[in-house]
Nanobody
Framework: EVQLVESGGGLVQTGGSLRLSCALS????????IGWSRQAPGKEREVVSS????????YYAESVKGRFTLASDNAKTTVYLQMNSLKPEDTAVYYC???????????????WGQGTQVTVSS
């Protein structure tokens, strides 16, 4: 069974950092890409970062480039989203999902997890 479970969200002040984790099971990172998306209240879901099969490539939305870093662990069972220099506009529920290739399009990913809340206070 394909399963993705997010964790690591929380409340942080502007300028702070958080590391989100996406625990993977039921498939291999060699065969699928992973995307991290976020959805703020009243806004559409957007993919902020994705990592390709075998972790060969990573993509970042302009809004997070230079602040967020996506990587997998050596065992390829967890994908991490390191978020630095957080801003209030980063407040959202963050989800990880899988897809055939790394893109920044929400429609290219599915099997989203339950999400983890990130709140950045000003």
């Amino acid at each position: 069974e394909v399963q993705l479970v997010e964790s690591g969200g929380g409340l942080v002040q502007t300028g702070g950092s958080l590391r989100l984790s996406c625990a993977l099971s039921g498939f291999s990172l060699d065969d699928y890409a992973i995307g991290w998306s976020r959805q703020a209240p009243g806004k559409e879901r957007e993919v902020v970062s994705s990592i390709g099969r075998r972790s060969v490539v990573t993509y970042y939305a302009e809004s997070v480039k230079g602040r967020f870093t996506l990587a997998s662990d050596n065992a390829k069972t967890t994908v991490y989203l390191q978020m630095n220099s957080l801003k209030p506009e980063d407040t959202a529920v963050y989800y990880c999902g899988l897809g055939p290739m790394a893109t920044l399009r929400t429609r290219d990913f599915d099997s989203w997890g339950q999400g983890t809340q990130v709140t950045v206070s000003s």
